[in-house]
């Protein structure tokens, strides 16, 4: 008696063990609570707005017969975006993920009593491919490549000094001549991303334009020369995911 008691008992514990981790629908149906319904479907796809800061440089470079000489010229930007990253498969984690965003390069030097502001507004296109690692249930290494698209909206440089102001609009070529702003630039971007509770991504990249933003080709003094100039710089990215 004593031996089925505890057999009783025993048999007890167990059964209400396994109600706790058991829902029961109807009579004969169960259902266990997986890991991919408490954090979410490993796959699946999903949006991230994000805001980000361009630390970033007019890397300019000039040649003339067989000599050349390169410069750079600091400016900044921000970004205000969208991504929607689309799962390309429910068993590998890669994602291609299209976007749109807008940009603000801006810059402003004052030295001996005289000052030169630059400003321009773009929109950005960028598309990229993101493989997911999943580090923990709360965080992913996600690192991406890809290409964008940017059209240079609106553009001004503004100088001033002792003797008034000046503005031009960088892509007028009768204010600017030759070293006029080109509107559409091709480019490509890489870096990674890192996802935190399935809820915001930090991350950092590194972008460079393809196409040249001035280009400028002529001859002086019989010697042919060459100057062009691209963006290129970092991507500093906060966002949250939904």
Same mark, same amino acid.
């Given at each position: 008696?004593?031996?089925?008691?505890?057999?009783?008992v025993?048999?007890?514990?167990?059964?209400?063990?396994?109600?706790?981790?058991?829902?029961?629908?109807?009579?004969?149906?169960?259902?266990?609570?997986?890991?991919?319904?408490?954090?979410?479907?490993?796959?699946e796809?999903?949006?991230?707005?994000?805001?980000?800061?361009?630390?970033?440089?007019?890397?300019?470079?000039?040649?003339?017969?067989?000599?050349?000489?390169?410069?750079?010229?600091?400016?900044?930007?921000?970004?205000?975006?969208?991504?929607?990253?689309?799962?390309?498969?429910?068993?590998?984690?890669?994602?291609?993920?299209?976007?749109?965003?807008?940009?603000?390069?801006?810059?402003?030097?004052?030295?001996h009593?005289?000052?030169?502001?630059?400003?321009m507004?773009?929109?950005?296109?960028? &598309?990229n491919?993101?493989?997911?690692?999943?580090?923990?249930?709360?965080?992913?290494?996600?690192?991406?490549?890809?290409?964008?698209?940017? &059209?240079?909206?609106?553009?001004?440089?503004? /100088?001033?000094?002792?003797?008034?102001?000046?503005?031009?609009?960088?892509?007028?070529?009768?204010?600017?001549?030759?070293?006029?702003?080109?509107?559409?630039?091709?480019?490509?971007?890489?870096g990674?991303?890192?996802?935190?509770?399935?809820?915001?991504?930090?991350?950092?990249?590194?972008?460079?334009?393809l196409?040249?933003?001035?280009?400028?080709?002529?001859?002086l /003094?019989?010697?042919?020369?060459?100057?062009?100039?691209?963006?290129?710089?970092?991507?500093i990215?906060?966002? &949250?995911?939904?």
């Amino acid at each position: 008696m004593k031996n089925l008691k505890m057999f009783a008992v025993a048999a007890l514990a167990a059964m209400s063990m396994s109600a706790t981790a058991q829902v029961t629908y109807g009579y004969d149906q169960e259902y266990t609570p997986t890991r991919a319904a408490i954090y979410g479907a490993d796959n699946e796809s999903f949006g991230l707005f994000y805001a980000q800061f361009n630390p970033s440089k007019i890397h300019s470079k000039a040649t003339s017969g067989s000599a050349s000489e390169t410069e750079s010229e600091s400016v900044n930007a921000v970004t205000l975006g969208y991504n929607y990253y689309i799962s390309l498969s429910e068993d590998l984690p890669l994602y291609i993920a299209p976007g749109i965003a807008a940009q603000w390069f801006f810059k402003n030097t004052k030295e001996h009593g005289e000052e030169d502001k630059f400003n321009m507004i773009s929109a950005k296109i960028p &598309v990229n491919v993101m493989y997911s690692i999943q580090v923990s249930d709360g965080f992913r290494i996600e690192p991406y490549a890809g290409v964008y698209g940017r &059209v240079n909206i609106w553009g001004e440089e503004k /100088y001033t000094d002792e003797d008034g102001t000046e503005k031009a609009n960088i892509f007028d070529k009768d204010e600017m001549g030759d070293l006029a702003f080109k509107r559409f630039q091709l480019g490509w971007n890489a870096g990674v991303n890192f996802r935190i509770t399935n809820a915001f991504t930090i991350g950092v990249g590194y972008y460079m334009d393809l196409l040249k933003v001035q280009e400028l080709d002529g001859e002086l /003094y019989g010697y042919k020369y060459s100057a062009k100039s691209n963006f290129q710089g970092f991507d500093i990215t906060l966002g &949250v995911n939904f």
